[in-house]
């Protein structure tokens, strides 16, 4: 017996491909940033993309803050900047979408890394630390929420931010050193 395929299903699909292609694009972007700073600059010979069709690329998401059934068979990765503007839209309008359609109903597990590019975002390196810190108190996906929702990420801001996301500071040493260790991760 054929199923018709139903405009609820055809939505669903459309909205994974666009956070697959969102997320993607966020890591190319950063993963471009970090090795364009280090690098000769592109030229015709030097194409900025790079087809990777077909081939595997490993991660690990040790370490990382996870969402989601720990025995979900599909690990979606998210890199982001939480100064970039690209990732603050994708937090407001995708996010939650695919937390709501695959989170929560156990069909993925979501875990985050942070990508800094801190040649463009003057204060991306110390968000990324509050959050670290945040994640220490089992408070980082409410920090996440507060910094891609702050209108500034000036480092004066930052403690006003941690406060709505309920965590307390980070301003013993050996605590924020502790908090700060996985930043790249």
Sequence with gaps: MKHPITRSAIDTAATVLMALAS????????WTALVSGRSAPRTAERPAIENVQGKQVRTTISGAPVIGRSDARIVLVEYSDFECPFCRRFEGDTFPRIKAAFVDT????YAFRHRPLSNVHKNAQAAAQAANCARNQGRFWEMRSALFGATSLEIQMLPAIAVSAGRRSCRDPDRARAANAGTRS
Excluded: A, H, P
């Design 23 to 30: 997320i993607f694009m966020i890591g190319f972007i950063g």
């Design 106 to 109: 156990g069909r993925i597990r």
